[in-house]
């Protein structure tokens, strides 16, 4: 199910899916946005996501990171990847990007060369 948000003006349509294993045993959600008119160039965001029930008996938790994703952050990550090139409404391959510190957006795959 998408959800509607509305950033600068623009409409956008935005899902988060369940929990993947990423690279070193990190977990993450994926973040799907796409432009509310029609769906062109996607924007695919790995937002790191650990589940503490996984490590309920590993002893030290403080390394794990869990975050909320609602409008606010989505909205954020739609104006940093906006200022990185992305333009939902062209036609284009998706972008993809992992989100950092909630803070910083950073290419994965070709996107990296740009």
Known sequence: MSRLLTVDGVAYRW???????????????????????ATRQALHVRVRHDDP?????????????????????VARVVVMARGLGWTPEERGPTLEFVLEDDARLVPLGPTAAR
């Open 53 to 73: 029930w996984l490590h309920f008996n590993d002893g030290d938790t403080s390394g794990l990171v869990t975050r909320s994703v609602g409008p606010g952050l």
């Open 15 to 37: 899902s988060l899916q369940g929990r993947r294993a990423g690279p070193e045993g990190r977990a993450y959600r994926l973040l799907t946005v796409v432009w509310a008119e």
